[in-house]
């Protein structure tokens, strides 16, 4: 059974906001949308999201680090959401393992929102229906972009290709291979709802910097050097001016 889902590498992630934006841009003019805002620049902004990015510092000083974590919906294999829906509104596709919501049969009680554990699901204040990352379902089956954009959103706009989309339940899948060789990991495990997407951890990359690399080639001392010198017997330029 195939289980399309999000690989996140926390290594490269430099939270740009990249996947954020480019997310609300395709999906607020799709299906999903619009997914409205409120008071944007103002005191007290709101607007719905699929995907959002938080920022922390860990460690303790001086050796500290700041992490930029993406969360969005994990589209779990057992979706506490789903069952607890009293219209059937969500519901789990057999044929690629998405997560969806049919916002004909919503009523915005928001059941999915309170068992869902990460907090991946928000109510759109307009509509008051709620919404969630659909994996750019419109896209990534769209037979008309090119083979290489049917790819989730966030994906393509990825500066650092900390995002990998593919199928984790094939052992050759680009998403699978990242999980085995770098100890990708899901999200909360105990709560026994089998996220679909994993995080690759931060690790510490090791480099290598040669003698001849630690002085760098346009050095201006090296330049300065090379430089006609005056005499010593010439008069300096306070001799010559009067301040």
């Not at 593919?166 to 105990?190: F, N, Q, T």
Request: with cysteine; hydrophobic share 30%.
């Amino acid at each position: 059974m195939t289980q399309l889902a999000l690989v996140i590498d926390l290594n490269v992630c430099v939270g740009c906001h990249a996947c954020v934006t480019s997310c609300k841009e395709w999906n607020t003019s799709g299906p999903a949308g619009p997914l409205s805002d409120s008071d944007p620049y103002g005191a007290n902004p709101s607007g719905t999201f699929f995907n959002r990015v938080q920022t922390f510092e860990v460690g303790t000083f001086p050796n500290t680090a700041t992490v930029h974590f993406p969360k969005s919906c994990l589209h779990c294999e057992e979706p506490p959401c789903v069952p607890v829906c009293p219209t059937g509104a969500s519901y789990k596709r057999k044929e690629d393992g998405i997560v969806l919501v049919d916002y004909d049969k919503c009523i915005g009680c928001e059941y999915c929102s309170w068992a869902c554990p990460y907090g991946a699901r928000e109510i759109d204040a307009k509509q008051k229906v709620m919404k969630k990352c659909t994996l750019c379902v419109d896209r990534i089956y769209s037979t008309t972009l090119p083979e290489a954009d049917r790819r989730p959103s966030c994906v393509m706009a990825c500066p650092t290709s900390a995002r990998l989309f593919g199928d984790v339940h094939d052992p050759e899948s680009v998403v699978s291979k990242a999980i085995r060789e770098s100890a990708g990991y899901a999200l909360m495990p105990e709560w026994g709802t089998q996220p679909a997407n994993h995080y690759l951890p931060r690790r510490k990359t090791t480099m290598t910097i040669h003698e001849d690399e630690l002085m760098r080639v346009d050095n201006p001392l090296k330049i300065d050097g090379k430089l006609p010198k005056p005499s010593k017997q010439q008069p300096t330029l306070d001799d010559s001016t009067s301040w």
